[in-house]
């Protein structure tokens, strides 16, 4: 394995439209693409007004999320709390949590910890509503 990897985010193909969820969500995962050991690392941009129709919470996995434009709300467990540019949010493995976008939209970057592949997360479909 190189010693770095470099990788331009926008440019990592977008899982959104395979679930329909485009153009409202965009969802690029880095971790393949900058080969990863033991972490994750995603680009989230979620369009003004929009919720993420569904919440999820992971098996193994601690999140923390950046927002780097933009704003919103997240949703964690059952508190809401409001987001704007450059806030950062841990979120325990076993916490149900969910985004919603401002009116400008919401920028932002994930990061994962430890690196768990795929099917450690588990989700629920209208889990805010």
């Known amino acids: 394995m190189s010693e770095y990897t470099h990788v331009n985010l926008k440019e990592v193909e977008d899982q959104a439209p395979k679930f329909g969820l485009s153009p409202d969500?965009?969802?690029r995962m880095g971790r393949v693409p900058l080969d990863m050991e033991n972490a994750g690392l995603s680009y989230l941009r979620v369009a003004?007004?929009?919720?993420?129709?569904f919440g999820h919470n992971h098996k193994n996995q601690e999140e923390v999320y950046v927002v780097v434009a933009g704003g919103g709300r997240v949703k964690l467990g059952d508190?809401?709390?409001?987001?704007k540019q450059w806030d950062a949010v841990r979120v325990h493995k076993d916490t149900m949590r969910g985004f919603e976008a401002g009116?400008?939209?919401?920028?932002v970057i994930a990061i994962g910890a430890p690196n768990t592949g795929p099917g450690d997360a588990d989700m629920e479909q209208g889990w805010w509503s």
Do not use: T
């Open 79 to 83: 508190e809401v709390r409001d987001l």
């Open 103 to 107: 009116a400008d939209g919401l920028e």
């Open 48 to 53: 003004p007004n929009y919720r993420i129709p």
């Open 25 to 27: 969500l965009e969802f």
